[in-house]
């Protein structure tokens, strides 16, 4: 299956500065990354659905001045968490919709745990 | 809105034995489903799809059934394994762009 990387993979920070975690496609070209959070022992849930070359769609409830998406190219998209508090520590995940194929499958990158402390 | 939920948080087997994992959800229009294996620290991994024209799909190990009546999907793996041993979603296709909605998840642990 098509590969998805993210760096960093764990990141320290302390409160108030911001952390820029990079989502990539490695195999494939992606117009439509999505961006997830995940607190110990739940679920998975979606941030923001970012596309190439425009502006990101943010769900309900998720500052998009605290946390900016760039979609710079087919295979790159960014997460910075501005300002990062201890209540932004979480396990933050991308995915890449693989338009090849059906164009349904959607491929996760291994995560990246953020702890601001 | 829709939901999507599992009705075990906990699953403990015997290795060799078959897992079955449900989930329920609440969109009657849902039309593609997926089951996701995460381990500890990890992104979900695909493990198998659906969609709704079908009411089974079998892959390696694996079989996915979807029952639309009662709007009821589950998983089961034959002869499990240790390496099986880790959380379990189930996923549905929401919004426009194709982004997913995830259930609550299933620990599924085997014991050797």
């Known amino acids: 299956g098509a590969v998805v990387s993210q760096h960093p993979s764990r990141v320290i920070c302390k409160s108030g500065t911001s952390v820029k975690i990079e989502c990539r496609s490695l195999?494939?070209?992606?117009?439509?990354m999505f961006w997830y959070r995940q607190f110990p022992k739940q679920s998975l849930m979606l941030m923001a659905t970012s596309n190439e070359g425009s502006k990101a769609t943010y769900e309900q409830g998720v500052e998009k001045d605290k946390f900016l998406i760039n979609h710079a190219s087919l295979t790159l998209s960014t997460l910075t968490v501005t300002s990062a508090h201890p209540e932004d520590s979480s396990f933050y995940i991308c995915?890449?919709?693989?338009?090849?194929?059906?164009?349904?499958?959607?491929?996760f990158g291994p995560g990246t745990r953020l702890t601001v402390l | 809105g829709e939901s999507v939920g599992l009705h075990l948080p906990t699953l403990s087997v015997q290795e060799g034995d078959n897992s079955i994992i449900n989930c329920a959800y609440s969109n009657s229009a849902s039309d593609y489903f997926i089951w996701y294996k995460q381990e500890s620290g990890k992104g979900p991994q695909f493990i198998i799809d659906i969609r709704s024209n079908m009411d089974k799909r079998q892959g390696q190990r694996v079989t996915v059934l979807l029952n639309k009546t009662v709007k009821h999907l589950s998983l089961q793996i034959a002869a499990t394994q240790p390496g099986d041993s880790a959380v379990y979603f189930c996923a549905t296709r929401g919004g426009s762009q194709g982004n997913l909605i995830f259930g609550k998840g299933t620990k599924l642990s085997v014991k050797p």
């Open positions: 195999d494939f070209q992606a117009t439509t």
């Open positions: 995915s890449a919709r693989d338009p090849r194929g059906s164009g349904n499958e959607q491929f």
